[in-house]
């Protein structure tokens, strides 16, 4: 039962290298699904390391490999799909080979997230006091940031989205900005629980009342409210 964990952190890291082929072949929403999936796995890996006590380095070490293709890149080449989409929505048939370039450099600039990912991981392995909170944007809140967008803009039809995923300038910006947040020292909310009580647990019961009150609100339409909302609750509870 040692190694059951580290099964479970594979199945993550096959959901994210499933999602990459989905990606790839232009099936956004069930790339973006299998990433949720990989978020599960994700979360289960740790819950049956604690429960089972088989806690060990590679273990550790293979999380952190499986983090940075679930949740590093994976959702970059989801970027990358939804950059090119948007220029081909706005150019035309006839358009130059100079616009070509710009499409393919301003693809290209979604390397950073995967790179900043793996900073992001391998900083966090290197760093022991992120236990009670984290520094920097975690690579699963930077997956729900970008999948947030694609199955919010496939399940309603609000304007605001789809023109969001059609505008190369809007989407880079978000790159970068979710890019440089899992590099800063922000601090924020670790989702990491000891027990369910509310004392000690006030961040997190307000994150998941503000979700599950805007998702009754809006249905898919809140999915890119989620990581605003965590930003906004673990800067009040730090201030507080």
């Not at 099964?7 to 499933?18: C, E, H, R």
């Not at 806690?55 to 550790?60: A, D, H, L, P, R």
């Not at 970068?176 to 009580?197: A, E, F, R």
Request: with cysteine; charged share 10%.
């Amino acid at each position: 039962m040692k190694h059951f964990p580290n099964f479970i952190t594979s199945l993550n890291l096959a959901a994210g290298f499933t999602a990459i082929i989905f990606a790839a072949k232009g099936n956004l929403p069930t790339a973006s699904w299998l990433i949720v999936a990989a978020m599960i796995f994700d979360f289960f890996d740790g819950f049956a390391a604690r429960l089972l006590k088989a806690y060990s380095e590679t273990g550790k070490e293979l999380d952190s490999l499986a983090d940075v293709v679930s949740f590093g890149v994976a959702p970059a080449l989801i970027i990358y799909k939804l950059v090119n989409n948007s220029f081909s929505s706005a150019l035309p048939d006839s358009a130059s080979l100079s616009s070509d370039t710009v499409r393919a450099f301003c693809g290209y600039i979604t390397v950073i997230m995967p790179v900043c990912a793996a900073l992001r991981l391998a900083k966090f392995n290197t760093d022991s006091t992120q236990i009670i909170s984290f520094k920097g944007l975690p690579t699963p809140a930077n997956a729900i940031a970008v999948i947030s967008v694609v199955i919010a803009a496939e399940y309603s039809s609000v304007p605001l989205l789809h023109s969001f995923i059609q505008s190369p300038a809007a989407l880079l910006v978000y790159t970068i900005v979710l890019s440089v947040l899992m590099v800063t020292d922000i601090p924020l909310l670790s989702l990491k629980v000891k027990n369910l009580k509310f004392r000690g647990n006030e961040g997190r019961y307000i994150l998941i009342g503000l979700i599950l009150v805007s998702f009754a609100a809006l249905g898919f339409a809140m999915a890119p409210l989620i990581i605003p909302f965590y930003i906004i609750v673990s800067v009040i509870q730090r201030a507080l």
